[in-house]
Structures are given as C-alpha cells and as structure tokens.
C-alpha cells in the first residue's frame, strides 16, 4: 500500500528551529514533486511550498519565505521542511504531500498522516 509519512515534530521554543522529513512508502517520491501545507486549529490548510522532482526549483508562501526551506535528499526519494525562526503562530499540524511530476495547487497524489509542531515558551 502506498503511504507517505512525515516525522519530526515536537514542541520548540520561539526563535527555535526544526525540520520535518518526509518519506514513502510502496511508490517511488523520487518521481514526485513534494508539497508541504500545514492547518491550524479553526484555519484552512494553508500551502508553504513545493518543490519539483529534480529539486532545482522551489515555491514558497509570503508567509514562509526566508524562514522555511524545502529540499530534498541526495537520492531526491525523501524530502524536509527547514524550519528557522519559528513564532507560536507556525504551530499547527504540517503535512506533506506527493504529486507525480509537477507542483500544483492542492491536488496531490498522496497525503501524509500530518505532524504537530507546537510553539511554546
């Protein structure tokens, strides 16, 4: 059965950093561009970004810019969100997504289980 899964969240103080990886199951990433979203309670899924199969290019949200990265591993098969700087607003559930070949929107192929972060002195 195909499955992506995030991991790495946790509780972090503000100015603090973390990255959460992201990594399939029963279908290869490497040909899948990989999206990162988060929600938080009482809002829409909110997209952070993507990045394409090859990982020369990456799209960010206003929100995130400077301050979150996405890249991928040398094999392109797992991919992370960077997180720098964080305020107790980023804290919300991130979920990462797969799409075969292209970025886009938030029609994707497939969807992580999600991962808390929690922002909190």
């Known amino acids: 059965q195909a499955q992506l899964a995030e991991s790495g969240g946790g509780l972090v103080q503000p100015g603090g950093s973390l990255r959460l990886s992201c990594a399939a199951s029963?279908?290869?990433?490497?040909?899948?561009?990989i999206g990162w979203f988060r929600q938080a309670p009482g809002k829409k899924r909110e997209g952070l970004g993507c990045?394409?199969?090859?990982?020369?290019?990456?799209n960010y949200a206003q929100s995130v810019k400077g301050r979150f990265t996405i890249f991928r591993g040398d094999d392109k098969n797992t991919g992370y969100l960077q997180m720098t700087d964080l305020n107790t607003e980023d804290t919300a559930v991130y979920y990462c997504?797969?799409?075969?070949?292209?970025?886009?929107?938030?029609?994707?192929?497939?969807w992580g289980q999600g991962a808390q972060v929690t922002v909190s002195s």
């Open positions: 997504a797969a799409r075969l070949r292209s970025c886009g929107g938030y029609d994707y192929n497939y």
């Open positions: 029963g279908f290869p990433l490497v040909a899948y561009a």
């Open positions: 990045i394409y199969r090859n990982g020369d290019y990456v």
